[in-house]
């Protein structure tokens, strides 16, 4: 049977039905997945030091063959596998204290790579910082890395080693590499200086130099990247351009009006985003844009402005939340803004009663409520618009892409805004929201506070606790998070029931509240509207609070194990207080080994800023994710250096895209094709419209 990159693993030369089990756990079916499949670091033994010249003091990469082996005890009680490994020059010991497992993998004649520090201790010994098995005792001759190569190292699993896993695509990759089809070369820029893909997949898995593997992950970046931004410039195109959307005129009735009933100014980047939103809404074509910002930086007011708009324009506005109690947090906010002009926001939730929501419901289709807002009951069939013409969906990566569509498919053509309180870096959201125009608002409003941050022990608990009750005590409230909900074995963690009876216990008599994923919808947003209304003074929390909570009141945020949320996630549950003009503060309860990283968050409440140390921490993968239905998830971006890449894919795509927007031409057919590989529904979902 001639191979093909459709053909499924299990045919390949010492592979079989039963090894392809285990290689399906990593994502692997076929021969392109595993071409695809790349390594995640290098391990450069172009440098290989010999034995002899290892001087104490030194850090080095040594290449031996394993004489002996041996687990050592100590008077400490601390047990030491130790091997000692020889080649043409001599032999070195290598120490792994507290690593005995290690007795179970590294055996005597197996060919080891240990990169680590010399040591004097009884004569010169290594204690390696990584160790990487290059081949095992009975295939000396399948490895040539005596020699120094610059050794890839990949993603394994469980019966599964990265060693198969370099050996089965070391023997087929001439094979594999010709069955590739470069259709995306004629795009990628001559001044990017990349390798064509198949040189690219050569680099990856036999690279001559780190910096050859280096260009070849860039080159498989950009396809990545060039695909990405086909799908969501067309998707960006055919909901501004495919259907006509409504050219509201600018009236300056009710916008003045509230401009000027405002209690405050507006910023400079609320103004602008203002006016590119109004240049959006007065188009002929439909708006499609993000307005991020961060927690407290004014976006309510914004869409506002532009609610007002379409209600100058006879058309009604709708604004969808995540949650009832951020509906009806949003609710209030629009009626205190409003009140001057005489409009009162209509709230449809849930927790309404029958007739209540017919009622409002019936108001809502005769046109009566000009503006609404709600939860998930603003897209259920039997609510039906008048004349629906501007939609604000509030943390919109809360909503599937089919949710925002039921919403946005009441009306015909709306413009859409989507607010996000999660800053992003600018090279991630061309990639995440290239499909959307975006305003930014990174100015805080005059007169907000920043929240003080500090890192304590948890040996300073008492005196934390201390100062939580002084400021119960002064009619403030208090949030304490945690990272999990119950203790485990498995896990040294404080979790939040636990010590949410432990804190009743320290901070008697003030009441605890206790709020978490599993308890169920109702009781927990009763919870936290008791909060809200200053029923309960702590609440006690996982990352549950982290959106749709907003209590003025609220000065103290205490989050124990900071070291497991991320960095974007701690700044949007520090977000939750210095909402208010009091002084407000952020205690993170971490142990000395847990600190370094927490130190750059705690010196800033920029999110922009604290988005990049959260994209440099975590790396490209892990931020972008997989998207909802369609998922757009990255293997090779870096987004800490490939800016270039992503503008350059971007303008690439936009040209293809300005030309043949449903990719329908011949010469762009194979594209499409691979697009719609790739995507699957991506296609047609990436963005509602």
């Given amino acids: 049977m001639p191979l093909r990159l459709d053909t499924s693993v299990q045919y390949l030369r010492g592979v079989g039905p039963h090894r392809a089990e285990t290689f399906a756990r990593l994502g692997i079916h076929t021969v392109e997945n595993l071409l695809y499949h790349i390594p995640h670091r290098y391990l450069d033994a172009t440098t290989?030091?010999?034995?002899?010249?290892?001087?104490?003091?030194?850090?080095?990469?040594?290449?031996?063959?394993?004489?002996?082996?041996?687990?050592?005890?100590?008077?400490?009680?601390?047990?030491?596998?130790?091997?000692?490994?020889?080649?043409?020059?001599?032999?070195?010991?290598?120490?792994?204290?507290?690593?005995?497992?290690?007795?179970?993998?590294?055996?005597?004649?197996?060919?080891?790579l240990v990169s680590g520090p010399i040591k004097h201790y009884h004569g010169r010994q290594m204690v390696p910082r990584e160790q990487v098995i290059l081949a095992g005792p009975d295939d000396a001759d399948d490895e040539d890395t005596d020699k120094g190569l610059v050794l890839p190292v990949y993603p394994a699993t469980e019966g599964l080693s990265h060693r198969q896993i370099r050996r089965l695509i070391k023997n087929h990759l001439e094979e594999f590499v010709a069955l590739v089809d470069d259709v995306v070369l004629t795009s990628v820029p001559k001044e990017l200086n990349l390798p064509s893909l198949r040189d690219a997949l050569l680099a990856v898995h036999r690279p001559a130099t780190t910096s050859q593997a280096e260009q070849g992950r860039r080159r498989l970046a950009f396809d990545e990247l060039f695909d990405m931004q086909l799908v969501v410039?067309?998707?960006?195109?055919?909901?501004?351009?495919?259907?006509?959307?409504?050219?509201?005129?600018?009236?300056?009735?009710?916008?003045?009006?509230?401009?000027?009933?405002?209690?405050?100014?507006?910023?400079?980047?609320?103004?602008?985003?203002?006016?590119?939103?109004?240049?959006?809404?007065?188009?002929?074509?439909?708006?499609?844009?993000?307005?991020?910002?961060?927690?407290?930086?004014?976006?309510?007011?914004?869409?506002?402005?532009?609610?007002?708009?379409?209600?100058?324009?006879?058309?009604?506005?709708?604004?969808?939340?995540?949650?009832?109690?951020?509906?009806?947090?949003?609710?209030?906010?629009?009626?205190?803004?409003?009140?001057?002009?005489?409009?009162?926001?209509?709230?449809?939730?849930?927790?309404?009663?029958?007739?209540?929501?017919?009622?409002?419901?019936?108001?809502?289709?005769?046109?009566?409520?000009?503006?609404?807002?709600?939860?998930?009951?603003?897209?259920?069939?039997?609510?039906?618009?008048?004349?629906?013409?501007?939609?604000?969906?509030?943390?919109?990566?809360?909503?599937?892409?089919?949710?925002?569509?039921?919403?946005?498919?009441?009306?015909?053509?709306?413009?859409?805004?989507?607010?996000?309180?999660?800053?992003?870096?600018?090279?991630?959201?061309?990639?995440?929201?290239?499909?959307?125009?975006?305003?930014?608002?990174?100015?805080?409003?005059?007169?907000?506070?920043?929240?003080?941050?500090?890192?304590?022990?948890?040996?300073?608990?008492?005196?934390?606790?201390?100062?939580?009750?002084?400021?119960?005590?002064?009619?403030?409230?208090?949030?304490?998070?945690?990272?999990?909900?119950?203790?485990?074995?498995?896990?040294?963690?404080?979790?939040?029931?636990?010590?949410?009876?432990?804190?009743?216990?320290?901070?008697?008599?003030?009441?605890?509240?206790?709020?978490?994923?599993?308890?169920?919808?109702?009781?927990?947003?009763?919870?936290?509207?008791?909060?809200?209304?200053?029923?309960?003074?702590?609440?006690?929390?996982?990352?549950?609070?982290?959106?749709?909570?907003?209590v003025p009141n609220a000065t103290v945020m205490v989050i124990e194990h900071p070291e497991r949320f991320g960095l974007a996630q701690l700044h949007q549950l520090r977000g939750r207080v210095g909402r208010g003009t009091a002084e407000s503060y952020c205690i993170l309860v971490a142990d000395a080994g847990a600190r370094d990283r927490l130190r750059n968050f705690a010196q800033t409440n920029d999110g922009f800023r604290i988005a990049e140390l959260d994209l440099q921490e975590r790396g490209m993968g892990q931020l972008a994710g997989a998207r909802q239905s369609g998922g757009m998830a990255v293997s090779f971006t870096d987004f800490t250096k490939d800016e270039d890449l992503i503008i350059a894919s971007r303008k690439a795509a936009l040209e293809i895209i300005r030309l043949d927007p449903l990719l329908d031409q011949k010469k762009n057919s194979a594209l499409r094709t691979r697009l719609q590989q790739r995507y699957e529904r991506g296609m047609e979902l990436f963005r509602v419209g």
């Avoid at 050592?72 to 601390?78: A, V």
């Fill in 48 to 112: 290989v030091t010999p034995i002899a010249r290892a001087d104490v003091g030194t850090e080095v990469t040594l290449v031996g063959r394993v004489v002996s082996t041996g687990v050592l005890p100590t008077r400490r009680r601390l047990r030491i596998f130790r091997a000692v490994i020889r080649d043409a020059s001599g032999l070195i010991e290598c120490a792994w204290p507290g690593q005995t497992f290690l007795d179970r993998s590294i055996k005597e004649g197996q060919l080891l």
């Fill in 233 to 550: 410039v067309r998707a960006r195109h055919l909901a501004k351009y495919a259907v006509k959307g409504i050219q509201h005129e600018i009236k300056k009735q009710l916008t003045t009006q509230l401009k000027e009933a405002l209690p405050f100014e507006l910023t400079g980047d609320q103004r602008r985003a203002i006016r590119e939103i109004t240049a959006d809404m007065t188009a002929p074509h439909r708006m499609h844009r993000l307005l991020m910002g961060d927690v407290g930086s004014g976006k309510t007011v914004v869409a506002l402005f532009a609610m007002l708009l379409a209600m100058e324009n006879d058309s009604q506005a709708v604004f969808m939340a995540p949650t009832e109690l951020l509906a009806e947090q949003h609710a209030a906010t629009l009626t205190r803004f409003l009140a001057p002009l005489g409009i009162v926001p209509e709230l449809l939730i849930g927790r309404l009663s029958a007739s209540e929501k017919a009622a409002i419901r019936d108001r809502i289709a005769t046109g009566v409520s000009r503006i609404v807002v709600g939860t998930h009951a603003l897209f259920q069939e039997k609510t039906r618009f008048h004349l629906l013409g501007f939609v604000v969906v509030d943390e919109q990566h809360r909503f599937g892409v089919e949710q925002r569509a039921a919403l946005i498919e009441k009306g015909e053509a709306p413009d859409v805004l989507l607010l996000s309180a999660t800053p992003i870096p600018r090279t991630l959201a061309l990639t995440l929201y290239g499909d959307l125009d975006v305003s930014v608002i990174k100015e805080k409003p005059a007169g907000r506070q920043a929240v003080r941050t500090s890192i304590r022990s948890s040996k300073n608990r008492s005196a934390i606790y201390a100062f939580v009750s002084e400021q119960c005590a002064a009619g403030r409230q208090v949030y304490v998070v945690y990272p999990v909900i119950e203790e485990s074995e498995k896990v040294d963690l404080k979790a939040a029931t636990t010590m949410a009876e432990r804190l009743r216990e320290d901070l008697s008599p003030l009441q605890i509240g206790l709020v978490h994923g599993r308890m169920k919808a109702e009781e927990r947003e009763a919870t936290m509207r008791a909060f809200r209304d200053g029923e309960i003074p702590v609440l006690v929390a996982t990352s549950v609070i982290e959106v749709g909570i907003d």
